[in-house]
């Protein structure tokens, strides 16, 4: 079965960078559409970032562009958001999710079958 697991959350102060993981398996994530989400309380669910599959094309949302980076460790099976400059904005509960197909809508969560926990983010001002 698959699995997603994410982990690296917590609480920083403004400014300051984190590194959340995802752990895959029961899927190889170098053949899905990987992205990162997060939802904060009384907000929508949001993307943050895709990597496509195989050529790992990568896409950030407006909001954090210039801030967040995407990126797999193929070997590992692992997906990872390196999140800088942090903001008190970018307070969430962050989840990694995995779509065979996205039919062009990366920033739709509604097309992601798979889903982690979530791991929260806390940013402090």
């Known amino acids: 079965q698959v699995q997603l697991v994410e982990s690296g959350g917590g609480s920083v102060q403004a400014g300051g960078s984190l590194r959340l993981s995802c752990a895959a398996s029961g899927l190889t994530i170098s053949s899905y559409y990987m992205g990162w989400f997060r939802q904060a309380p009384g907000k929508e669910r949001e993307g943050v970032a895709v990597?496509?599959?195989?050529?790992?094309?990568?896409y950030q949302f407006d909001s954090v562009k210039g801030r967040f980076t995407i990126s797999r460790d193929n070997a590992k099976n692992m997906l990872f958001l390196i999140m800088n400059s942090l903001k008190p904005e970018d307070s969430a509960m962050y989840y990694c999710?995995?779509?065979?197909?996205?039919?062009?809508?990366?920033?739709?969560?509604?097309?992601?079958?798979?889903w982690g926990q979530g791991t929260q983010v806390t940013v402090s001002s």
């Open positions: 990597i496509y599959p195989y050529g790992g094309s990568t």
């Open positions: 999710a995995a779509a065979v197909t996205t039919r062009g809508y990366i920033w739709r969560h509604t097309e992601y079958q798979y």
